[in-house]
Antibody
Framework: QVQLVESGGGVVQPGRSLRLSCVVSGFTFSTYAMHWVRQAPGKGLEWVAVISYDGSNKYYADSVKGRFTISRDSSRNTLYLQLNSLRPEDTAMYYCARDFPWFDTWGQGTLVTVSS | DIVMTQSPDSLAVSLGERATINCKSS????????????LAWYQQKPGQPPKLLIYWASTRESGVPDRFSGSGSGTDFTLTISSLQAEDVAVYYC?????????FGQGTKVEIK
């Protein structure tokens, strides 16, 4: 079955970096655009970034532009999100989701906490 | 960016009664070339990721109970739970996929009265 599994979250100090991964299975990864969505504790859903099926196009929310980088490796069936210059307001559960173009499948999420 | 605004922020409904959630977009999400509304609804239960309920504004995802229905067009949309069950307690989000950034409503919390 279609499955997305995120990892890489943790506690990190402000200004530091982290790389999140999303390993997919059960479908042909290289034919789908993929997204990252985050959710701060007790808050709503915030779209973060999207990458096209072949990695040629990437778009970011204004709140993360210039600090976060989305990428993918089809040989590893893996989606990535590089988080640089982290801020306390980046504290959230980060989900990867498949573009259908609605978000038909979501991972369980990985928690990023930015705190000194 | 398209702003999605849901109402109400929360509602309490008796078991077996109807729950209605509204979603308004700041611009139309109806794509004229295919006559589809690029609007989805998600359900999120505590500690879980969101789950797709409805896409194209009114098409139920496979496996979603038929007590969930979506309606509307252009800028105004509604999610209706025809007969609320205990397992429907959750936060519901609308989302437009008409354009990037893919924006969500702020969420509506549904509880049992």
């Amino acid at each position: 079955q279609v499955q997305l599994v995120e990892s890489g979250g943790g506690v990190v100090q402000p200004g530091r970096s982290l790389r999140l991964s999303c390993v997919v299975s059960g479908f042909t990864f290289s034919t789908y655009a993929m997204h990252w969505v985050r959710q701060a504790p007790g808050k709503g859903l915030e779209w973060v970034a999207v990458i096209s099926y072949d990695g040629s196009n990437k778009y970011y929310a204004d709140s993360v532009k210039g600090r976060f980088t989305i990428s993918r490796d089809s040989s590893r069936n893996t989606l990535y999100l590089q988080l640089n210059s982290l801020r306390p307001e980046d504290t959230a559960m980060y989900y990867c989701a498949r573009d259908f173009p609605w978000f038909d499948t979501w991972g369980q999420g990985t928690l990023v906490t930015v705190s000194s | 960016d398209i702003v999605m605004t849901q109402s109400p922020d929360s509602l309490a409904v008796s078991l077996g009664e109807r729950a209605t959630i509204n979603c308004k977009s700041s611009q139309s999400v109806l794509y004229s070339s295919d006559n589809n509304n690029y609007l989805a609804w998600y359900q999120q239960k505590p500690g879980q990721p969101p789950k797709l309920l409805i896409y194209w504004a009114s098409t139920r995802e496979s496996g979603v109970p038929d007590r969930f229905s979506g309606s509307g067009s252009g800028t105004d949309f509604t999610l209706t739970i025809s007969s609320l069950q205990a397992e429907d307690v959750a936060v519901y989000y609308c989302q437009q996929y008409y354009t990037t950034p893919r924006t969500f409503g702020q969420g509506t919390k549904v509880e049992i009265k």
